[in-house]
């Protein structure tokens, strides 16, 4: 052994021996021990409420892997079963509604659909509100169901009726402010068809004739003041087995005195040849469709 190894051994057992030692306790202890473990707790309990609050709603509110509620998400869309109400706008592509039910959009004031371009424009709109339905557009139109055929088209140039036949059922029939242009007119059957103007004349047109037909009733024309009957090109022609001219007057030839200083009147007569003319006769002469004195008016 060396000298450092005794004086080192030598020392330790030299050394004091404490009897009792004291040991220093390491953790949480007392008040603080009791408040980490009600906090743990009260972190336990709101989880569980939490949790439990959690599977009420999705209970109440039918979550389900397609959807919740109502609505269920499909690969076609989204699709609403039952009655929904929104808040806010809804923007979508295509509304269908179920094949044997129809697609109904309620309002407690008016529905609104609006179209716009794709900078956010205005295009298209219709309003059904609880006194009008308006649409504003470039153009408006009417498909049948079958075929796609125009019904009825309207635009800031002109209004189109494409069915086979137009019906005004009302009492006091169709008011026309300007001209019509149409190549038949017909009243219902049993019905009369009545053209008046009551304020202007009445004009009818067509460039190659106008047929008035009345097949199982009276044709009547009425006017204030003249009735005239033109053509220009051709002739008027009149088949009846009767044709009368009521109320005309009847004149009375008599001769003046010598003494009188009135002028001399002459009365004609107006007469009809077997082949259709006209012409004037005085009255009281014996003459014939021959005679040269006779005035033809037309033939």
Same mark, same amino acid.
């Given at each position: 052994?060396?000298?450092?190894?005794? #004086?080192?051994?030598?020392?330790?057992?030299?050394?004091?021996?404490?009897?009792?030692?004291?040991?220093?306790?390491?953790?949480?202890?007392?008040?603080?021990?009791?408040?980490?473990?009600?906090?743990?707790?009260?972190?336990?309990?709101?989880? #569980?409420?939490?949790?439990?609050?959690?599977?009420?709603?999705?209970?109440v509110?039918?979550?389900?892997?397609?959807?919740?509620?109502?609505?269920?998400?499909?690969?076609?869309?989204?699709?609403?079963?039952?009655?929904?109400?929104?808040?806010?706008?809804?923007?979508?592509?295509? #509304?269908?509604?179920?094949?044997?039910?129809?697609?109904?959009?309620?309002?407690?004031?008016?529905?609104?659909?609006?179209?716009?371009?794709?900078?956010?424009q205005?295009?298209?709109?219709?309003?059904?509100?609880?006194?009008?339905?308006?649409?504003?557009?470039?153009?408006?139109e009417?498909?049948?169901?079958?075929?796609?055929?125009?019904?009825?088209?309207?635009?800031?140039?002109?209004?189109?009726?494409g069915?086979?036949?137009?019906?005004?059922?009302?009492?006091?029939?169709?008011?026309?402010?300007?001209?019509?242009?149409?190549?038949?007119?017909?009243?219902?059957?049993?019905?009369?068809?009545?053209?008046?103007?009551?304020?202007?004349?009445?004009?009818?047109?067509?460039?190659?004739?106008?047929?008035?037909?009345?097949?199982?009733?009276?044709?009547?024309?009425?006017?204030?003041?003249?009735?005239?009957?033109?053509?220009?090109?051709?002739?008027?022609?009149?088949?009846?087995?009767t #044709?009368?001219?009521?109320?005309?007057?009847?004149?009375?030839?008599?001769?003046?005195?010598?003494?009188?200083?009135?002028?001399?009147?002459?009365?004609?007569?107006l007469?009809?040849c077997?082949?259709?003319?006209?012409?004037?006769?005085?009255?009281?002469?014996?003459s014939?469709?021959?005679?040269?004195?006779?005035?033809?008016?037309?033939?």
């Open positions: 052994m060396t000298r450092e190894q005794y #004086i080192l051994a030598t020392q330790q057992n030299s050394l004091p021996r404490t009897e009792n030692p004291q040991f220093y306790p390491v953790g949480i202890y007392g008040w603080r021990k009791r408040c980490l473990y009600f906090f743990v707790l009260l972190l336990l309990v709101t989880m #569980i409420v939490n949790l439990a609050m959690t599977i009420w709603i999705l209970k509110m039918n979550f389900t892997v397609d959807g919740m509620g109502n609505l269920r998400v499909t690969k076609k869309g989204i699709r609403l079963e039952g009655i929904s109400e929104f808040l806010l706008p809804l923007y979508v592509k295509e #509304i269908n509604s179920r094949k044997d039910s129809p697609l109904v959009l309620q309002s407690d004031r008016n529905v609104t659909v609006n179209a716009r371009n794709h900078i956010g205005l295009t298209g709109q219709l309003t059904v509100g609880a006194d009008a339905v308006e649409a504003q557009c470039k153009r408006f009417v498909r049948a169901s079958e075929g796609g055929k125009v019904l009825f088209s309207a635009d800031e140039d002109e209004i189109v009726i069915a086979d036949r137009l019906k005004v059922t009302g009492t006091e029939g169709a008011v026309f402010g300007h001209s019509v242009e149409t190549p038949h007119i017909r009243a219902e059957p049993s019905q009369d068809l009545k053209l008046e103007s009551p304020t202007r004349s009445l004009v009818m047109e067509a460039p190659r004739g106008v047929q008035i037909n009345a097949a199982a009733g009276d044709l009547k024309a009425t006017c204030r003041k003249e009735l005239h009957l033109q053509s220009t090109e051709g002739e008027i022609f009149l088949n009846a087995d #044709i009368r001219l009521g109320n005309l007057p009847v004149g009375s030839f008599s001769s003046s005195s010598p003494s009188s200083s009135a002028p001399r009147q002459t009365i004609y007569e007469c009809v077997p082949n259709g003319k006209l012409y004037l006769s005085p009255a009281g002469a014996s014939t469709c021959q005679s040269s004195s006779n005035i033809c008016l037309w033939s």
